[in-house]
């Protein structure tokens, strides 16, 4: 399977959601369904806010 974020940029996202504590040892079995959707959300509106500087640039 594809990596498409870096274990840093996840890291780096679970931090500013507030479950950084979980997955500090590197297991992301220990987020919740909750969380993992919150991630993903938020690397989407990253990826998003990323674009729309670019295009504009």
Same mark, same amino acid.
């Given at each position: 399977?594809? =990596?498409?974020?870096?274990?840093?940029?996840?890291?780096?996202?679970?931090?500013?959601?507030?479950?950084?504590? !979980?997955? !500090?040892?590197?297991?992301?079995?220990?987020?919740?369904? =909750?969380?993992?959707?919150?991630?993903? =959300?938020?690397?989407?509106?990253?990826?998003?806010?990323?674009?729309?500087?670019?295009?504009?640039?």
């Amino acid at each position: 399977m594809a =990596r498409l974020m870096s274990e840093r940029t996840k890291y780096q996202l679970a931090e500013e959601l507030g479950f950084a504590h !979980k997955v !500090k040892d590197g297991d992301w079995g220990n987020i919740t369904t =909750r969380e993992a959707g919150s991630l993903v =959300r938020a690397a989407i509106a990253k990826a998003e806010e990323m674009m729309a500087r670019n295009q504009w640039q």
